[in-house]
Nanobody
Framework: QARFVESGGGLVQPGGSLRLSCTVS????????FDWYRQTPGKDREYVAT???????SYPDFSRGRFVISRDNIKRTVYLQMNNLKPEDTGVYYC????????WGQGTQVTVSS
């Protein structure tokens, strides 16, 4: 059973940056692709980014060009570098598998506000 522990959130001003981390345990990290998601106020959980085992990445329109997903197979960690943050990016950010969904972690809160 996979376990995800997200961290790195916080309060940041519009235009600022944050780097989120997701440490994964319980599965073979190197053999799995991963996604980042977010839960923003009043919306369903939303897909943010994918990273494959090869390192290839994909993004929906709202995050492409501002967010960068990466992975460190030694540290068993998936990262999300978020730049030029906007108030509408406020929410709780989660990671999970890209090919299958395991139990969700607690997420990390990101608040973008002046």
């Amino acid at each position: 059973q996979a376990r995800f522990v997200e961290s790195g959130g916080g309060l940041v001003q519009p235009g600022g940056s944050l780097r989120l981390s997701c440490t994964v345990s319980g599965i073979n990290f190197k053999l799995n692709p991963f996604d980042w998601y977010r839960q923003t106020p009043g919306k369903d959980r939303e897909y943010v980014a994918t990273i494959l085992t090869t390192g290839l990445t994909s993004y929906p329109d709202f995050s492409r060009g501002r967010f960068v997903i990466s992975r460190d197979n030694i540290k068993r960690t998936v990262y999300l570098q978020m730049n030029n943050l906007k108030p509408e990016d406020t929410g709780v950010y989660y990671c999970n598998g890209a090919e299958r969904t395991w139990s969700w972690g607690q997420g990390t809160q990101v608040t973008v506000s002046s």
